[in-house]
DNA sequence: CTTATTTCCTAAACCAGTTCATTTTTATTT
DNA sequence: AAATAAAAATGAACTGGTTTAGGAAATAAG
C-alpha cells in the first residue's frame, strides 16, 4: 500500500528494514480520516492507538474541573499524537485528542504493535530513541515553563514553530505555552513590550 | 560483585535475563560514592554516564540567567539520575546534578550502554519501557503545573513523595514545584488555607 | 562548644498574568 | 448573501505568587 509508505520511511530514518520487514508491519498499518472538530481520543475511553499525522493538524488537551482547557500537544504533518500515559498503560485516557482540519492518519493499534515488536526487535529499538528524544523535549519544555516568562516562551515557541503557530487557534496556543488567551493577545499587540 | 546487584535486580523487573546475560551486564558496571554537596553532572560538559542510586539523594537543576535555580529532579535510592538530553545527545549538559547528601552510586557508561544494547537486544526492551514511563511521568507533571496552583502541586507531592520532601531542603522543593521559598513557607503555614 | 554558614520564616510592597465584561472580527452554516 | 457561531481584541479591576529585606533556627566546621 503505497499510502502507508510515510510511516515505514519514519521509521526507516531511525532503522534499517528488510524488504519483508517493511511488508511484515505495513499489513499492520491503517489509513483513517477524520473531520475537522472530530475527536480520536476521549476521556474516560482506552487510547487503542498511536496516530501518525499525514495530512492535518490536532491537539491534545486536558479540561481541568473548571473547565478550563490545558493543551499538552500539537501534531501537523509527520509527528505522532495519542494520550501516550493512556496508550501505555492501557488506562482510560483523560485528554481529548481532536482533528483541527480536516485529517489523514495512519494508525497502529496497541495490540498489533506489542506483537511487531516482539517479531522485529530492530522496532524496540526504534522505539526507544524516539521515546527518548520525547522525553528530553518534554524535560525542556518543563524546564522553559520554570524559567520563562509568558512573553520568552511565546517567543521561544514563534521562532521553532511557527509552521504550527500559524495553523492553531489561539486559544490553543495560549493554553499551550501555559496562559489566557487574554494574555496571548497582549502579547501580540506589543501591549508588554519596553520599546 | 555482589555490591552490583541492586541494578540487575532493576533491570530484571522488566526482562529476564540469562545468568550469563547478568554477569556480562555486570562487567559494565561501576560504583562510585560521592560526597554531600558533590556534583556528577555540571553545566558544560557532557554526560558521560547514567547514575543509579544505592544509598543517598541527588537534585538535578538548572541555573538560570538571573542566577536562580530551578530544580527538573529529584533521585533517592532505586532511581536513576542524570542530565537525560545531555546523555543522549552527548551534548554539553545544561544541568548541574548534585549529591544532597554522602552517596552511593553504581554508574554505567553511554558507549558501554551502546556496545551492550548491541550484544543483549533485550536491553532495547528495558530501556524501551523505562523511557515510556517517564515521558509519562514527565508529561503528567507537565500538566499538573499547568492546571493546578502551587498549592495544589504541593498538596500533589506531599501525598505522592513524601520520603523526598523529607530528605530534601526546602528552597529544592520549591524550585522543583515551581515557585519560591517564601510562598513555600506561607503554604507550610497555613497563611494560605481557607479555614 | 563556639563561630560561620546555610536554611527557614515573616511581612509589606509589588507585579506578571488573570478575570470579567463587552466589542470586533473571522469563520461556518443555511 | 444573510445569519449564526466561533475566535480574537480591548481595557479595567483584581489576585496568586514574587521580591525585597530582615531576623531566627538549624547545620556544619574549626
Not at 9 to 28: A, C, G, M, Q, W
Not at 82 to 110: H, N
Request: glycine share 4%; with cysteine; net charge positive.
Amino acid at each position: 500500500m503505497k499510502d502507508l509508505l510515510p510511516v515505514i520511511n519514519y521509521i526507516s530514518r531511525y532503522v534499517d528494514l528488510t524488504d519483508d520487514e517493511k511488508n511484515h508491519l505495513t499489513s499492520f498499518l491503517k489509513i483513517t480520516k477524520v473531520k475537522k472538530r472530530q475527536f480520536i481520543v476521549q476521556p474516560g475511553f482506552v487510547c487503542k492507538h498511536k496516530s501518525y499525522v499525514v495530512k492535518g493538524a490536532f491537539r491534545g488537551y486536558l479540561v481541568d474541573n473548571n473547565g478550563k482547557e490545558h493543551t499538552l500537544s500539537f501534531a501537523i504533518e509527520d509527528w505522532w499524537i495519542s494520550d501516550y500515559s493512556s496508550l501505555i498503560y492501557q488506562e482510560p485516557a483523560t485528554l481529548f485528542v481532536e482533528a483541527l482540519e480536516d485529517s489523514v492518519l495512519i494508525q497502529i493499534e496497541y495490540e498489533d504493535e506489542q506483537q511487531f515488536l516482539k517479531e522485529i526487535p530492530k522496532l524496540e529499538k526504534f522505539e526507544r530513541i524516539i521515546t527518548q528524544r520525547s522525553l528530553a523535549f518534554h524535560q525542556k519544555r518543563l524546564l522553559s515553563n520554570l524559567t520563562k516568562t509568558a512573553e520568552e516562551r511565546y517567543d521561544e515557541f514563534m521562532s521553532k514553530y511557527s509552521a504550527i503557530a500559524q495553523r492553531v487557534p489561539q486559544y490553543a496556543l495560549a493554553s499551550y505555552l501555559g496562559f489566557s488567551t487574554e494574555y496571548l493577545s497582549k502579547i501580540r499587540n506589543g501591549k508588554t513590550s519596553k520599546s
